[in-house]
């Protein structure tokens, strides 16, 4: 079946830790992107990616980073800059020339 | 830029009853509009979606939505409620291609039997 998965579903992180989460899709999807969810404030875009070793800024980039070098992965670190990490993260996709994205299960990420 | 608002962010209604939520949009041109559904803990399934021709657009478990351009408006509707519908809601917008998507922040359903 094709679709979107992320992992791990739950994840803890240390105070000064870098922790990635992975994103991959066999959807044959261009795009894909990074969105961070806390309660009451709707998604907001972390990263994006429309080809493979380009990416994008959105519109809370500060403490994450992403890597694009294959089509199906999309990984997003979350740094030790990232002073706020507490968050239900959510990886999409979209098909090419389409505006319609494909949302992935979703990590939940705790501080310990 | 572009923006989306729901107004409500929780809602409560009878299994049975009628379901109206609303979204409104700011953007310039003709925008491109979606509403998703996400269970706790899940990822978002795209409800239906708008991109032009018929403003009445027909979607997933039942769902319709209007666009009016008029009223900047893209409520969504679904005649008679179920229990499994229980679930938040999230209006957005696109301006195109891989424009960036814009959220609402989502209003939260419940129903009571």
């Known amino acids: 079946d094709g679709g979107i998965t992320q992992s791990p579903k739950y994840l803890f992180r240390k105070e000064g830790q870098n922790v990635t989460l992975s994103c991959e899709q066999n959807?044959?999807?261009?795009?894909m992107y990074w969105y961070r969810q806390d309660p009451g404030q709707g998604l907001r875009l972390i990263y994006y990616?429309?080809?493979?070793?380009?990416?994008q800024k959105g519109d809370i980039a500060e403490g994450y980073s992403v890597s694009r070098e294959k089509k199906e992965s999309f990984p997003l670190t979350v740094t030790s800059a990232q002073k706020n990490p507490t968050a239900f993260y959510l990886c999409a996709s979209s098909p090419p020339y389409q505006e319609t994205q494909y949302f992935g299960p979703g990590t939940r990420l705790l501080v310990l | 830029a572009q923006s989306v608002t729901q107004p409500d962010i929780h809602i409560t209604v009878s299994e049975g009853a009628s379901l109206e939520l609303r979204c409104n949009y700011s953007?310039?041109?003709?925008?491109?509009l979606f509403w998703y559904v996400q269970s706790p803990g899940q990822g978002l399934q795209l409800l239906l979606k708008y991109f032009s021709g018929d403003t009445l657009v027909q979607g997933i478990k039942g769902f319709e939505a209007e666009f009016k351009r008029s009223q900047s408006s893209f409520n969504l509707r679904k005649p008679s409620v179920h229990w499994s519908d229980a679930a938040e809601y999230f209006c957005a917008v696109g301006s195109g291609g891989y424009q960036k998507v814009t959220f609402g922040t989502g209003t939260k359903l419940q129903v009571i039997p």
């Open positions: 990616s429309q080809i493979v070793n380009d990416f």
């Open positions: 953007y310039g041109a003709t925008p491109y």
């Open positions: 959807l044959n999807h261009d795009a």
